[in-house]
């Protein structure tokens, strides 16, 4: 926001952009979020495509395309062109918007009450919930987390998350990934030795299930508390306590963990 302002500022004499072309110049403002404003508050004919009108187009208009990719956006783009009032681009993007929120539904659409009906392809063909495409989900991969929480006095271990993977730049506590859920014993005998001094088992969390795109992630935290890990120099780096846990940035997964057990 404050880079905004800046460019408000600086290149535009305090004055907030108007057009479409300016406002997609501006920080943090998209392609919609910038035709909203400009034919809301400016009333430029300028078509604002949401997920409700994306659906709205594809089933009137039949178009067999993922949504998703450019060329199909600007398919979308053009058609709205033709549509949109001149006069009225505000009621025309309002219209629209509330056609798909409360009559062209994803599911059980009440084609009925549509006032398009009679101009719209995918009715006449009776296949409106093909519409708007749907790109097949590949096979959901299952990955087995457990995480060993290692505690020392009033601090905990936090390693950074690296790599070609996920939450790649969160902190998360020391992991063990398995193929297959494996048992404590099995788990404390991958931590490495450095780590795990005089061990003692805290804890034991039900599993966890955090579901991503393409892959299921189960979780089970073990709490183990590990005296020694203090006296080691080189982790001091990696020791927080429980004030900087808080603003350290991590996974959904480990909040809510943390939510529900705090450190």
Not at 83 to 99: T, V, W
Not at 188 to 214: A, D, F, M
Request: charged fraction near 30%.
């Amino acid at each position: 926001m404050h880079k905004c302002a800046q460019i408000i500022v600086n290149n535009n004499h305090g004055s907030f952009p108007k057009r479409i072309e300016d406002l997609l110049q501006i920080p943090g403002i998209g392609k919609y979020t910038a035709a909203a404003i400009a034919s809301f508050a400016y009333h430029e004919a300028v078509p604002a495509i949401d997920a409700n009108v994306i659906r709205v187009l594809t089933r009137i208009f039949r178009i067999h395309e993922d949504p998703h990719k450019p060329k199909t956006q600007k398919l979308l783009f053009e058609k709205s062109l033709k549509l949109i009032s001149k006069d009225n681009p505000d009621h025309y993007n309002q219209a629209m918007m509330e056609l798909g929120a409360l009559i062209c539904k994803p599911k059980n659409p009440s084609c009925a009450r549509c006032p398009v009906m009679d101009c719209c392809e995918a009715y006449a063909s009776g296949d409106q919930q093909k519409y708007p495409y749907k790109k097949a989900r590949g096979k959901i991969r299952k990955r087995y987390f457990n995480y060993v929480i290692l505690k020392s006095g009033d601090k905990t271990y936090f390693q950074l998350r690296n790599g070609d993977d996920i939450w790649k730049g969160l902190y998360e506590f020391f992991l063990i990934e398995s193929k297959a859920p494996i048992d404590i014993s099995d788990i404390l005998h991958k931590v490495p030795i450095e780590l795990l001094e005089e061990p003692r088992v805290l804890y034991e969390s039900k599993e966890y299930k955090h579901q991503l795109s393409h892959q299921e992630i189960r979780a089970r935290f073990i709490e183990i508390s590990s005296p020694g890990i203090q006296t080691k120099q080189w982790l001091k780096p990696f020791l927080f306590k429980k004030k900087m846990v808080k603003d350290l940035p991590k996974s959904v997964l480990l909040n809510k963990y943390l939510e529900e057990r705090p450190i």
